[in-house]
């Protein structure tokens, strides 16, 4: 993991967030086209940290996108038709996904992969699913209710989405990681020194955090947040 993320960092950054759709919103029988298409407005996965607020994201440096467990195959009914979209239009999952991700994130260095096989999911996989999911973690009409999908229908798989990022997010979360620590007087923990750690080191490492903090800005004055840390 950490060769892989260094392949997504660079200019100073050493830091990527995990994100994910877990499961992946598609319906039965759904291709890929079809449901990159119906999130054209938001990207349908989530930061994996629960302190963060929801919000847009539409910006990142580097990426690696890998999909699981959605149909590969373009639609028979597209065969020899004019694409109705750029997606449909797109030769293999992997150029579908890529050009979706070139759509939301502009200028960025992105990876995608597209995997057949899905997440498996059967016992002793936490059943914390919407009892709306089929057993392959597929949506269901919800006029469909809860007579197919009941609580003893245990989800076996899901298509499910996971990403690695390095993107303006993590300033926020490290420059509050730096607010925090700094807040903190290390001199009243006489363990913390116990264990060999310095004053002039803790020190060091908070000016490296801050630093690093900055190297996921995406222009020149931030939002402000800094400049008032320095005025407490």
Known sequence: MV????????SGRKVVAAWASLPFPAFPGSS??????????????????SSWREQKVSCCFAQSVVLRGVCRERPSSSVGRQPRTPL?????????????????????????????QPCDTQPPFPQFFSPLLTRQGFLQDKALGHSSAGPNRAV????????????????????????????????????????????????????????????????????????EADSD
Do not use: N
């Open 3 to 10: 060769h892989f993320a260094d392949s997504l960092t660079f």
């Open 32 to 49: 890929l086209p079809d449901i990159l298409s119906a999130h054209q407005q938001e990207v349908p996965w989530k930061l994996l940290l």
């Open 156 to 227: 076996q798989s899901i298509p499910m989405l996971a990403a690695l990022q390095a993107s303006p997010v993590l300033h926020e979360l490290l420059l509050g990681l730096w607010q925090d620590l700094r807040a903190r007087d290390v001199r009243r923990w006489s363990s913390f020194f116990t264990a060999g750690v310095e004053q002039d080191d803790f020190q060091q490492a908070l000016e490296e955090l801050r630093t690093l903090s900055q190297c996921y800005e995406t222009g020149f004055g931030g939002d402000g947040s800094e400049d």
């Open 88 to 116: 449909h239009g797109c030769e293999s999952p992997e150029e579908m996904l890529q050009h979706y991700l070139h759509t939301h994130f502009p200028g960025s260095f992105s990876t995608a992969h597209v995997l057949q």
